[in-house]
């Protein structure tokens, strides 16, 4: 699915760019190629640059090793911009760039993007607006031409603009207040941080700002900021230089600056005068929470690589302070982050914790107040400055695996910094950073007098909901904007400027996996790729969730979470401190029939990882300090899924699906099965199920067959699995039940979640690919039946999906969407008729054609990562799958017709077998939902028991 992506201090916290000026290569500052450790080289990004005549700076980079292009623009406006009382105009108009131009109608650039195996996809932040594509090559000049054409002569109509403002308001109401902590991070935080500046403003704006918006404002906007000096564009990947120099000329450069200055918006946020702190209370708030933050320096102050440090140590990962002392040691939090923002004009530090049960916010705020004086009494350690600078190289490298990584971490440093160098200075910059550069700005920045205090508490008849900050000043206002100028419509057929022709297609190419066995049964699979110096590891076991046993679910996951938190020669803070020292990434997780280990690391450093990985698998000693530890935290965890209707939704349909059987219980357990798991049980998973005849390990990236060979033997040659073999889960499955309609009802929901489940198929069936590209056609992608239907035509959604849910034995398939709680009758409606439609007639050759695109396109660019190309080939092996179908993908796909895709979707998903499962505020729609389905069962959420198949 897509989304219109909004880049805010939220998404981080919740876990949790006619002549020609000459063209110059960007060549890295010195100190950059000096400065990654030994061992790692973060190469330069090697855009090359020019200007054209009208002011649009032009950025390339050919890269020949993708059959894939990027284009992105980037607009030099953000919600800093939005006018005075009209928050979220920028981002609005984010969504109305995707509609109609005066030579291509609404949803073009989906049909140029995905209907030919690519993606498009936007994001809204404070400073900038940015548009990006991920395509074939030999589909660029289409791009460009399309880029061209929205510049120049966007459609904004008031049916679209209406039905894209009605979206936008389901993205907040599913964003903001369908989310336990989104009232918390996404308007309360940066409105009481921000004083006078306009990054106190939210970037999704409000509903009343949003409803206040008028069709003339919104024009006046666009011909106010989207122009071309204005605007970057960045295109990398594999093309002609010279060809696309030409397509720029053609397209791009004609079009003309407007004669009149841009607004002028360079706010200055005040010093701190004092300390502050505020409470803000809200529905739906499972676990209370407490922030702390600072303000600080925009993104080209010079303090800015010693402030990331600092997040670094304080936060990232399970050796930071902040885990080490309130989630490990105090137990204090559930869980914890920090994030260091730096934006053109301000930035801010901040520290927070949501409260694990039974703790107060008071507690909360003592803890991080002792951490942050830490950095201040006294300078942090030699040891834990190496594994912060080794973690942001390593990251680094992670940021530049694909040609869409490299442009868009160019694309941050021009719009924040205006300087193309600042990317390739980071490194060295971060690599410079002292113990003392660190005290220092934790004593210039972090202090008790500029610090400021948030209380995040739940709602009740004495502390009622607080209210989003309105009629919020700003620089610019509604008269400061342009006039709305020349209006486009779109133009006849026959008048509209033709598509450009595509160019040769240039072939994917999938590795050559070699694939071998260790003596002790472990099959070894390895897949190289060429480029960056990076390695992924991923060890799987034939063992999952289905595994679990009856009154044990969970113990899969808690067996899995478990492996990194003491072996019997590394304690759990000395494997994080390992882990993070190294840069490497090492985790673990079970699925439904499987549980994968999964490693990723510099290549200068993996076989140390892979020692690591091997000593955590084969070695754990499971503790019972770190089993309850572990145990409080997916409990609290837990609380927090299950105030949100989403994650309810989903585990609710697991059981109406399959009941009592091994798949309806919830693989991450329940609030009792969780409280009553032993070590006795975990150790028993460990030993009957973690075993190498009955595992593979799949290695990607920087490493060839050999090397590989080697490291396998070195850390499991050896090993033997004691004992016997547990049984595998029979019939996890278990019978087919009769559909039911279920509603959970959760009085005061932000939204309602509608989920449409049906039994599915295995992944070996052979319906699985005509299913498939079925899925596709219904909700797997923007341009799917349900999006188009639900959210583009209605505005009902901010967005939906479908999934096959495919396992070993018949999976789950969902179809879902969130919409406002008055809406979740028709929403319900609309996706069961467009699941029957799918198995009572044929889709058009055009529908086929597109979808067969979309899956390609995908699993050509899943190559692209070292983690996406070593979890294909697991994938693969998992279920027992040829590694031969990584070269004949393409072909299944496209040897898919319409009476085959009918057929499955009418044998396999017959829509009168369906059950539907809606959570949310039953009150504004269980009479209209009643009058459809008189047996539909109604459970209040506090009565709601996942351990029963009965729900109840």
Known sequence: MKLRLLATAAASALVIGLGAVPAHALAPAAEAQ????AGIAV???????RTLANGMDVYTARDTSTSNVTVQVWYRVGSKDDPANRSGFAHLFEHLMFKATKDFPDETFDRLTEDVGGNNNAFTSDDVTAYFETIPANHLERLIFAEASRLGSLVVNEDVFESERDVVKEEYRQGVLASPYGRLFSVFLPQTIYQEHPYRRTTIGSIEDLDAATIEDVRRFHATYYRPDN???????????????????????????????????????????GPREATFHAPNVPLPAVVMAWPTIPYVGEDRAALTVLDGILSTGESSRLYRSLVYDQQVAASIGSSADFSQQAGALYAFSILAGGKTPDQGIAALTAEIARFRDAPVTDAELTEAKNELVADALRNRETIGDRATVLGFALINGNDAAYADREIASIQAVTAADVQRVANRYLTPERSITLRYLAADEANPTSQQTLNVDAPVKVADLAPVGQLFTLLPEAERAPLPDVTEAVSPTTPAV?????????RVLVAPKAGLPLVSARLSFDAGSADDGNGKAGVASMTAALLTQGTTTRSAPEIATEIEALGASIGAGAGSDFTNVFANAPSDVFPQTVALMADLVRNPTFAEEELERQRTQTLDSLKIALSTPGPVAGQAASRVIYGDAAYGAPGGGTLTTIAGLTRADVAAFHGSRY?????????SGDITPDAARALAQQAFGDWQAPGEAATPSADPAGAALAPRVVVIDQPGAGQAAVTVALRSVPRSDDA???????????????????????????GLSYGTRSSLGVRRDEGLFTASAQTRND??????????AEVRRLGTTQPTESELTTRRAILTGAFGQSLETVDGLGGVVAGLALYDIPMSDLATYAASVEAVDGPAMQAAFAEHLPVEQASLVIVGDAAQFIEALRAKYPNVEVIPLADLDLDSAALK
């Open 768 to 794: 699985y690919f005509p299913l498939t590209v079925g899925n596709t056609l219904l909700g797997g992608s923007f341009t799917s039946r349900l999006n188009q239907e639900i959210r583009i035509k209605r």
């Open 231 to 273: 605007a970057i564009l960045i295109v990398a990947g594999n093309f002609d230089e010279a060809q696309l120099n030409g397509w720029v000329d053609q397209y791009l450069a004609p079009i003309r600056n407007p004669d009149r200055p841009l607004p002028v918006n360079d706010v200055k946020e005040p010093e701190p005068t």
């Open 43 to 49: 190469p330069p990004l090697g855009f090359v640059k």
């Open 823 to 832: 809406a979740a009758v028709e929403v319900a409606d609309l996706i069961l």
């Open 34 to 37: 000096a400065a990654a450790p």
């Open 514 to 522: 070699a694939d071998f066995r260790l003596d002790n049964g472990l």
């Open 691 to 699: 075993r190498p005849s009955e595992a593979t390990l799949v290695f």
